[in-house]
């Protein structure tokens, strides 16, 4: 049956000290915002948390161990290895930019800007001594610096032009009012540049646009009055945002671990966050009548020239690569974009001409499908192997399907696979799809090894069938000797009708010598969609893994909820052996009640895994587990033990009840289950009719003979047995005949008075008074549903309407609540 699930409350993460401090500055802000607190005050309290929260992360950075002196490094190689000199400075930094806000009530009005400007120039020097420098590998070539300068100045230029119309007139002169300008707008397109750029999660992308933000906080309280008027709360988010951002990534940047790979540059917040600005602000002034300046109309127009000039460097700009080609070896990645995740691109050759090996040419990409004689291995790829393994680079469809090998003898490498990835993630209209394709023999193995002569044909074959499925521009990729993967710039939809034609392809009998050989294919899907080619990759690997575990022959899309059940799934593999020897599992039990008098009359028990990593694990998640690891037996075999001795602790007691034991056909299927059943009852001492065996009818149909034969055994023994979890089908009623059973247990769905499958459980009742067998409805959870099942005619019943699992102290309190229960015989009507 459906185990009983105990009520319990989702897990909830604490908050993090960073999450309630971006909160209450939120409240602050709209306290500040209403008129209910001086703005003054609100900047003061909300820039003081901010910075308290940065700092105490930085000193405690600061206080860590130092790191391993190493003289031959470089200057930058030094300093990022210096996470004690880049953490006491940026602290220093943003210790200087709290005192400036928190002092801001203390001063007077005409003040309160010089004090701004003062812990702005405190702080700029700081931040710059103790920002962590770029790695080499980011820093980009003189052209794509150039292309990011001209983007900086025309998003620049629109920001000192909104700037320049939102300060206030009447409070600065036109020249402090332009240099306010363009301090705001430098700083703002600073920080707008570093977070959305190739190297944004690095984590001296993140120190510079911190201190970016925090620096334009600072310039913002020195450029708007911050009383009578309530705009100096603006300088709040960029203040607040910036020390928390600054200390995130100084413990990113000081960690030993190499920075993530490169994403894509997020092109239209450059281009849309200044265009808004400075429309925005141009219909600020419109509205408050204020007639257009000159300097206005120059800063507008000094935005085209960068424009023109980003538009003329692009025009330069070599072709990309088509989907199903990659760029030869050697030759320089895109302008502004960053090399493909996994390796750079191997450098140009010296020599044009084919290797003295006879290798091919340097820059041919062509792969084939299947390695030449590869063995079908068949154990399926673990998740540390990702799938892709020792990946070869593909070929379009229609291309030359010739085997290229290094001068290892190895498949060539994975670059251009992950090249074409990345062209798909970034073409003008993204989308795509890669397909991982696994293959398997009968059983789950695809071959007896590399000189099995029946199978020296199938790469072959394989190849040949796949290739006359993809189109003319999809990629091949040979991934490992038991699969490929294919690289498609459809849709999803059509991405997913590839992937089932391939599948019906290949499960397609092969003719080998001796006879006909069937491959079982299990396909990965994931899409493209703008994300990394290595994640890509990895999404697809998932895939094809929930695709093996729901048995073969079958494509599966990827989804995060799939990863998150993968993942908990390792987890489960990972802690479940042992589990038993830890001492990590428990029984609650669930009492039986008779329905006329809503006596008890038995319990089951109800295994229960108390991981201290996991938590509580239901037997519906880990058994499952369970059976793949082969680990199944000892669990069951702890159960019953655990069961049995608590039964005859209940039976000094005097109470005649009976405990039902859930068992999986995998334990009642082996030869010694009824024996081994026998010499635990004789251990406790147990009566043989105070034990129900209960098995799980869906799972019985495919070892009817075995099942039925264990049955009888227990039965000869005494042992009463049940059939759980019954459907009420044609075939279940038909089968009943066959199985040596005493007690039959129906869902609720059976008893419900609003169900329409309720006349079923008249039938049901009638075969089993037929077959003398007493009904028990399960899962009763409601008042309603018990009355249904006493009304249809069920003996006894169990769901939490008449009592939930318990431990068992908690379950014999509770027995002593009926005097009557231990006077009557177990089952005794």
Request: charged share 20%; with cysteine.
């Amino acid at each position: 049956m459906p185990l009983a699930y105990p009520h319990r409350a989702p897990a909830r993460r604490p908050a993090t000290p960073e999450a309630v401090v971006l909160v209450a500055v939120a409240l602050l802000l709209l306290v500040g915002a209403t008129g209910r607190a001086p703005a003054p005050a609100v900047v003061a309290l909300a820039g003081a948390a901010g910075s308290a929260l940065a700092g105490t992360r930085l000193s405690r950075l600061a206080a860590g161990p130092p790191a391993a002196p190493a003289p031959t490094r470089s200057r930058a190689a030094r300093r990022r290895a210096a996470p004690r000199r880049v953490a006491v400075l940026l602290d220093a930094a943003v210790v200087a930019a709290g005192l400036a806000a928190a002092v801001l009530p203390l001063a007077g009005a005409g003040r309160r800007p010089a004090v701004a400007l003062a812990g702005l120039f405190v702080a700029a020097p700081l931040f710059v001594a103790g920002l962590p420098p770029w790695a080499r590998a980011s820093r980009p070539a003189a052209r794509v610096r150039l292309r990011r300068l001209l983007d900086a100045s025309a998003g620049g230029i629109g920001l000192v032009l909104a700037g320049w119309l939102l300060l206030p007139r009447d409070r600065l002169d036109p020249p402090a009012r332009l240099a306010a300008a363009v301090a705001l707008g430098g700083l703002a397109v600073g920080a707008l540049m570093a977070l959305t750029g190739p190297h944004r999660r690095s984590g001296a992308a993140r120190c510079r646009a911190g201190a970016t933000l925090t620096l334009l906080g600072l310039a913002a309280l020195a450029a708007l009055p911050v009383a009578p008027q309530r705009a100096g709360l603006l300088a709040v988010p960029p203040l607040v945002g910036g020390v928390l951002l600054t200390a995130a990534g100084a413990r990113r940047a000081t960690r030993p671990e190499p920075d993530p790979p490169a994403l894509p540059t997020l092109v239209w917040p450059r281009a849309v966050i200044p265009a808004v600005a400075a429309v925005a602000a141009t219909g600020w002034q419109l509205r408050s009548g204020g007639p257009p300046d000159l300097t206005a109309v120059l800063l507008a127009l000094a935005a085209a020239p960068p424009l023109v000039l980003r538009d003329l460097l692009r025009a330069g700009d070599p072709p990309a690569p088509p989907p199903g080609h990659a760029p030869p070896a050697g030759a320089p990645s895109p302008p502004g974009e960053a090399p493909p995740a996994g390796g750079h691109a191997p450098p140009a050759r010296a020599d044009a001409g084919p290797d003295p090996a006879g290798a091919p040419p340097a820059g041919v990409e062509e792969a084939a499908i299947l390695a030449e004689g590869a063995a079908l291995e068949g154990a399926p790829v673990r998740a540390e192997e990702t799938g892709v393994g020792e990946a070869a680079a593909g070929i379009a469809g229609a291309g030359r399907y010739a085997a290229v090998r290094g001068r290892s003898g190895e498949p060539a490498d994975r670059p251009g696979l992950l090249r074409a990835l990345a062209v798909l993630r970034d073409a003008p209209s993204p989308g795509g799809a890669v397909l991982v394709v696994d293959l398997h023999g009968p059983g789950g193995t695809a071959g007896d090894g590399p000189g099995d002569p029946a199978r020296e044909d199938l790469p072959a074959e394989v190849a040949r069938r796949a290739r006359a499925v993809v189109g003319p521009g999809d990629l091949l990729a040979d991934l490992t000797a038991t699969g490929f993967a294919v690289v498609t710039a459809t849709g999803p939809v059509l991405a997913y009708a590839l992937g089932a034609r391939l599948l019906a392809a290949l499960t397609q009998p092969y003719q080998v010598p001796g006879g006909v050989l069937r491959l079982r294919v299990s396909i990965g899907l994931a899409e493209v969609a703008g994300a990394a080619p290595e994640d890509v990759l990895r999404q697809a690997d998932l895939a094809r893994r929930r695709a093996v575990q729901l048995g073969r022959d079958r494509v599966e899309w990827y989804d995060a909820y799939l990863e998150e059940q993968l993942v908990r799934r390792l987890d489960l593999e990972r802690e479940l052996p042992g589990a038993v020897a830890r001492g990590e599992l428990d029984l609650v039990y669930q009492p039986v009640l008779d329905l006329t008098d809503r006596q008890p009359v038995g319990t089951e028990a109800l295994l229960r895994w108390r991981s201290p990593v996991l938590g509580t694990v239901l037997p519906a998640e880990f058994l499952p587990v369970a059976e793949d690891l082969g680990i199944v037996g000892e669990l069951g075999c702890w159960v019953l033990d655990r069961a049995c001795r608590q039964l005859a602790a209940w039976s000094l007691g005097s109470r005649q009840l009976w405990m039902a034991v859930n068992v999986t056909v995998r334990e009642l299927a082996a030869p010694d289950f009824v024996p081994r059943t026998a010499a635990v009852l004789d251990a406790y001492g147990v009566a043989p009719e105070r034990l129900v065996v209960e098995v799980a009818e869906p799972r019985v149909g495919a070892e009817l003979p075995t099942v039925v034969a264990r049955l009888a055994g227990l039965r000869s023994l005494g042992v009463r047995t049940a059939l759980d979890d019954f459907r009420a089908e044609h075939a279940s009623l038909a089968q009943l005949r066959r199985l040596p059973i005493d007690l039959l247990k129906v869902g609720p769905q059976l008893v419900d008075p609003a169900d329409p499958q309720r006349p079923l459980i008249d039938v049901v009742v009638n075969v089993g008074d037929r077959l003398g067998l007493d009904i028990v409805a399960e899962e009763l959870e409601s008042a309603g549903l018990v009355e249904g099942a006493r009304r249809a005619g069920c003996r006894y019943g169990q769901g939490f309407a008449l009592a939930r699992p318990a431990t068992a102290e908690r379950v014999e309190a509770y027995f002593e609540e009926f005097p009557s229960a231990s006077r009557r015989p177990a089952g005794d009507p």
